[in-house]
């Protein structure tokens, strides 16, 4: 298994420009996460899906959008970006029947300017 | 979930076995307590969790005072790969699906 896979790996966008952070797992869990983290900081839930078709909204959703049409991937919208989404995004599967025990991506690193 | 209090950074020598305190007062009985760690530019990995009695397995052990009031998360022979941002994170099955990740433990290991 490659496990939890992001893409890209890092992106510099301009305010106002929007893009799609990808994630896809390949170990067919259910519960997907997105995260971000600012410099110094522990991370933020920005949404997350306990399945196919069913999304939901984390601690800092604002600015964001999600959509989860498939087990394997679940992508991670911007809109329009803005300075204060300069961070580094997560995203994380739960493994099922491990509590919460989550598997991470290797994060992707978003400056916006 | 119940909050947690770690002390920012802390030193080990290789070799040496790492002791890194949390302490969640304010836990409740149905309240897990799970370890995560961050080595620089990576996501967080799974260490070790635990409800009331010690655990142990390949990477870590966690010790659970009886109170569960605080835990000790041990790494017993620490190698310079396991400098990294140590997590003490408290969670319970209630359907919140967030993981609260707070500043952590800058965890130095030196040679």
């Known amino acids: 298994n490659a496990g939890v896979t992001q893409t890209p790996k890092f992106r510099i966008l301009k305010i106002g420009q929007s893009m799609t952070l990808q994630c896809t797992q390949d170990m067919n869990h259910n519960y997907m996460y997105w995260y971000r983290q600012d410099p110094g900081m522990g991370l933020k839930l920005i949404y997350y899906s306990v399945g196919a078709g069913i999304t939901d909204k984390g601690e800092v959703p604002n600015g964001y959008n999600v959509s989860r049409s498939t087990t394997e991937d679940f992508p991670l919208r911007l809109e329009l970006a803005a300075p204060s989404q300069t961070s580094v995004y997560f995203c994380a599967s739960r493994v099922p029947l491990r509590d919460n025990e989550q598997c991470f991506g290797p994060g992707t690193r978003l400056t916006v300017l | 979930d119940a909050k947690t209090t770690q002390p920012p950074s802390m030193d080990c020598a290789e070799g040496r076995a790492a002791n890194l305190p949390c302490n969640h007062s304010t836990i409740s009985g149905n309240e897990y ?16 969790h635990g409800l009331k009695n010690n655990e142990t397995n390949e990477m870590a052990s966690l010790i659970i005072t009886e109170d569960r009031k605080s835990s000790t998360l041990i790494l017993p022979h620490a190698t310079l790969r396991d400098t990294a941002v140590y997590y003490c994170i408290v969670k319970d099955w209630s359907g919140n699906e967030k993981l609260t990740f707070g500043t952590g433990t800058r965890l130095t290991i030196i040679p």
């Open chain 2, 33 to 48: 307590v799970y370890w995560y760690r961050q080595i620089h530019s990576q996501g967080p990995q799974y260490i070790i």
